[in-house]
């Protein structure tokens, strides 16, 4: 399994229970396909001027010289589908693996 890091989770600090939800569902995904590696992650919650009624969340995932990104989601999202989604693209833009 991968060390994931949450540096940043606005998901969390907005709902507890959610937010350790999707941090679970991102270990999960991130462990499958980076095993061993130690990532940082960051989930900001995103406003759009105008449409305050539905915010998005981000998703990035990396390490110092490399980074992933979600594009942005609706807070409706299932932490299920993030989980999905982070594999899908994690396994797309797969590195050599590092040493640490």
Do not use: K
């Amino acid at each position: 399994m991968a060390v994931v890091t949450f540096l940043v989770n606005q998901i969390r600090d907005r709902d507890p229970a959610r937010g350790i939800q999707m941090e679970d569902e991102i270990r999960q995904a991130a462990g499958a396909i980076e095993p061993g590696q130690h990532l940082l992650c960051r989930i900001y919650i995103d406003v759009v001027t105008g449409i305050d009624s539905d915010p998005f969340f981000s998703v990035r995932i990396g390490q110092s010289t490399w980074s992933r990104g979600l594009p942005p989601l609706s807070m409706e999202t299932p932490p299920s589908a993030v989980g999905l989604l982070l594999t899908r693209m994690l396994r797309r833009y797969r590195r050599e693996p590092t040493e640490h």
